[in-house]
């Protein structure tokens, strides 16, 4: 009994520690993703003004494994990430398409002829019911959708050089065989 | 002195009859007041994703508000409010409720603070319960070897 009365509080503390040390690396702002095998949302968004006549539906997505990117012009990141969309799209392996989200659709277009436009389909969402259904928190966020049109994955922020090559790649050839 | 009390007392009231107004802006709320209320409720209980410790009904974020506007379009389509909280759950998971649900993922969290205090009340008590039941010894006697040494200097001072 003596010798636990000592031992005790140091293994309590031991443990209480641990799990604050683990507490500090983990990162408050990644929240998983309840969507991961889930269906795509059900999409009927209208086109942006003067880019094409379709807009983008859930139908455009499925067939072929695609990435779904949220976007908008009031995005910093956004700017930072697209070089790197137009090098995927160069590549030609994989479809991007866009949702131009809590934008003035008119503005989204603009900021796509600036800035260089890797999309295969762009719908507008300025009320962000269709972020809100893909349980976006912020922009950029990126989704790797299966062929069958399910959600495989979600990677929140930029898109880098070292993210495509190490994780969305290998996942999308994965998926596409 | 009854005079000189009522201005505090009106103040107390006056104080008591300001709530915080939140972050919901005049051109969210709802005509129909029953309906703005349980928005409200509602509101209050969701957790705004991007500034965390904040409720949606708090939070000044650009998402807390489409989120808001979100909730009081669901009640104007005729849902509950188990439903409205379902619709979000079902996209931002159980982490958008700031009163953690209780099932079988969070039974820890629910039972463990009751589960260290039994294990600490019993701790104290076996404690003390050993301690009563074994009151000191009486020192045993002395051998005769002992004895014999004490003789001696008992004599040795003399």
């Known amino acids: 009994m003596g010798r636990i009365a000592y031992i005790l509080p140091v293994a309590v503390f031991v443990v209480v520690s641990l799990f604050f040390l683990r507490g500090l690396q983990l990162d408050p702002k990644h929240i998983p993703s309840v969507l991961i095998d889930k269906p795509i949302p059900e999409l009927n968004l209208p086109p942006l003004p003067g880019r094409d006549e379709v807009g983008l539906r859930t139908a455009d997505i499925k067939g072929q494994v695609s990435l779904v990117n949220i976007f908008g012009s009031w995005c910093v990141a956004c700017v930072a990430e697209h070089p790197m969309l137009l090098k995927i799209r160069k590549t030609g392996i994989v479809p991007i398409h866009g949702i131009d989200w809590r934008d003035d659709p008119a503005k989204g277009a603009a900021w796509l002829r600036k800035n260089g436009d890797p999309y295969d389909r762009v719908g507008a969402d300025p009320d962000s019911h269709a972020a809100i259904d893909f349980g976006v928190t912020g922009a950029p966020e990126t989704f790797v959708v299966d062929r069958e049109g399910h959600i495989r994955y979600k990677h929140v922020g930029p898109i880098t050089e070292e993210i495509w090559e190490d994780t969305l790649l290998p996942m999308i050839k994965e998926l596409s065989r | ?158």
Not at chain 2, 73 to 84: F, H, K
Not at chain 2, 131 to 150: F, V, Y
């Open chain 2, 1 to 158: 002195m009854r005079r000189a009390l009522l201005p505090f007392v009106l103040m107390i009231l006056g104080l008591a009859a300001v709530t915080p107004a939140g972050a919901v802006n005049p051109d969210e709320v709802l005509d129909d007041p029953v309906l703005e209320e349980r928005a409200r409720d509602i509101s209050k209980g969701l957790r705004c994703v991007v500034c965390q410790n904040q409720s949606i009904d708090d939070s000044d974020a650009d998402l807390a508000r489409d989120l808001r506007l979100i909730v009081r379009e669901r009640l104007v389509a005729g849902d509950s409010d188990a439903q409205v909280m379902d619709f979000v759950v079902d996209r931002y998971g159980d982490y958008v409720l700031l009163k953690p649900p209780f099932k079988a993922t969070t039974y820890v969290l629910w039972f463990g603070p009751i589960a260290l205090l039994l294990a600490a009340v019993f701790a104290v008590v076996s404690f003390y319960r050993g301690r009563a039941a074994a009151p000191a010894k009486a020192p045993a006697d002395l051998t005769d070897e002992e004895r014999r040494r004490l003789d001696k200097l008992l004599k040795d001072d003399r």
